[in-house]
T-cell receptor, first 114, second 112 residues
Framework: QQQVKQSPQSLIVQKGGISIINCAYE??????FPWYQQFPGKGPALLIA?????SEKKEGRFTISFNKSAKQFSLHIMDSQPGDSATYFC?????????????FGTGTKLQVIP | DAGVTQSPTHLIKTRGQQVTLRCSPK?????VSWYQQALGQGPQFIFQ???????QRGNFPDRFSGHQFPNYSSELNVNALLLGDSALYLC???????????FGPGTRLLVL
């Protein structure tokens, strides 16, 4: 059962542009929504995370927008750079304090062209 | 401060064999989770260990088992390997009381 749906599957953006990746979840018990960045041959690295009581969180060029009523959240990468070219995964988990399993989306392969 | 480490980095096995993968969490982290990532897919949760016990388990058969040691390091064992077990196996650790999981580089398993 796919509990976190992610789109698009791939994305090509010009340098300096905005990259937008969308995710939707089904389980309203989820209470933590991280985004991970993964480069080829590497493990996922936490990029930014949000809780459902916040509608937006910004860290540098990365912003998460969260719509609790629609059960959707998205990642915006401003001023995209070639170094941002990687696969991005949205994820969701429930049960705080480290007692949780993380459910990942299917990933978005981002390519930023010069 | 060393991050999450995993060994070996790559492994080739044949069908029916058994494999053991190892993980050392970040310093101060007491919870270890294991994930399977097939090519082109997101990681799938296998199980989580805390205080040397399996705390949660995903939809994986009993062929997948694990262990956590008193120093918080962990092993993932897979018996009776199938071709479909070929994947990147990721270990993630988290500190006490924190949701954030930190991933290791993974072990690439190829089953022939």
């Amino acid at each position: 059962q796919q509990q976190v749906k992610q789109s698009p599957q791939s994305l090509i953006v010009q340098k300096g542009g905005i990259s937008i990746i969308n995710c939707a979840y089904e389980n309203t018990a989820f209470d933590y929504f991280p985004w991970y960045q993964q480069f080829p041959g590497k493990g996922p690295a936490l990029l930014i995370a949000i809780r459902p009581d916040v509608s937006e969180k910004k860290e540098g060029r990365f912003t998460i927008s969260f719509n609790k009523s629609a059960k959707q959240f998205s990642l915006h990468i401003m001023d995209s750079q070639p170094g941002d070219s990687a696969t991005y995964f949205c994820a969701a988990s429930k049960g705080g304090g480290g007692y949780q399993k993380v459910t990942f989306g299917t990933g978005t392969k981002l390519q930023v062209i010069p | 401060d060393a991050g999450v480490t995993q060994s070996p980095t790559h492994l080739i096995k044949t069908r029916g064999q058994q494999v053991t993968l190892r993980c050392s969490p970040k310093s101060g982290h007491d919870t270890v989770s294991w994930y399977q990532q097939a090519l082109g897919q997101g990681p799938q949760f296998i199980f989580q260990y805390y205080e040397e016990e399996e705390r949660q388990r995903g939809n994986f058969p009993d062929r997948f088992s694990g262990h956590q040691f008193p120093n918080y390091s962990s092993e993932l064992n897979v018996n009776a390997l199938l071709l479909g077990d070929s994947a990147l196996y990721l270990c993630a650790s988290s500190p006490p009381g924190v949701e954030t999981q930190y991933f290791g580089p993974g072990t690439r398993l190829l089953v022939l």
